[in-house]
T-cell receptor, first 113, second 113 residues
Framework: KAGVTQTPRYLIKTRGQQVTLSCSPI?????VSWYQQTPGQGLQFLFE???????NKGNFPGRFSGRQFSNSRSEMNVSTLELGDSALYLC????????????FGPGTRLLVL | GENVEQHPSTLSVQEGDSAVIKCTYS??????FPWYKQELGKRPQLIID?????GEKKDQRIAVTLNKTAKHFSLHITETQPEDSAVYFC????????????FGSGTQLTVLP
């Protein structure tokens, strides 16, 4: 069974731009969570989607948004990029809920200049 | 919201010795506690998890203990090997619907040969 995949793997943007990241979960998994990982803040929860619905959202500004498609693939969007948005963005999938084993993707490393 | 504290932030042990990492959580409703291992440049991978109805769980050289009364849980690695060197994260479910994982700040474990 193929693992969680994320595209692109690396991205360089400038302040003020917007970016869209993609996550394809393991086949059959319907829950997708997104995390931001930085050296200073560790792993921080962004949001979780299930059946195209956002079920929970972390403490991030409205510039961070996401969506999930009917095939469970998910995208996250960051608008008006700031230098502090530079981070590794990880998605994780599980069958139905976060209380089950979450499998992480390789991440998208975003650098904002 | 949930707060997860993890100690120590760095840990060095000699090969063959044991390593212990401790975490405390604040939300008494938390019921799922996974541990992830992240090697440099790689994605976090689940190594063991425990649910609130269990006090201890073991998988070969790795064990996790949970004390619900004190709201803390610990990871124990015995007979450490150089390939155990990595960053270890604890996490706990949080949120009214338990749809969010809150992570500890991580422990850099170094196993010296």
């Amino acid at each position: 069974k193929a693992g969680v995949t994320q595209t692109p793997r690396y991205l360089i943007k400038t302040r003020g731009q917007q970016v869209t990241l993609s996550c394809s979960p393991i086949s059959g998994h319907r829950s997708v969570s997104w995390y931001q990982q930085t050296p200073g803040q560790g792993l921080q929860f962004l949001f979780e989607y299930f059946s195209e619905t956002q079920r929970n959202k972390g403490n991030f500004p409205g510039r961070f948004s996401g969506r999930q498609f009917s095939n469970s693939r998910s995208e996250m969007n960051v608008s008006t990029l700031e230098l502090g948005d530079s981070a590794l963005y990880l998605c994780a999938s599980s069958l139905m809920a976060v209380q089950e084993t979450q499998y992480f993707g390789p991440g998208t490393r975003l650098l904002v200049l | 919201g949930e707060n997860v504290e993890q100690h120590p932030s760095t840990l060095s042990v000699q090969e063959g010795d044991s390593a212990v990492i401790k975490c405390t959580y604040s939300d008494s409703a938390s019921n799922y506690f996974p541990w992830y291992k992240q090697e440099l440049g790689k994605r976090p991978q689940l190594i063991i998890d425990i649910r609130s109805n269990v006090g201890e769980k073991k998988d070969q050289r790795i064990a996790v203990t949970l004390n619900k009364t004190a709201k803390h849980f610990s990871l124990h690695i015995t007979e450490t090997q150089p390939e155990d060197s990595a960053v270890y994260f604890c996490a706990a479910t949080s949120g009214g619907s338990a749809r969010q994982l809150t992570f500890g700040s991580g422990t850099q474990l170094t196993v010296l040969p």
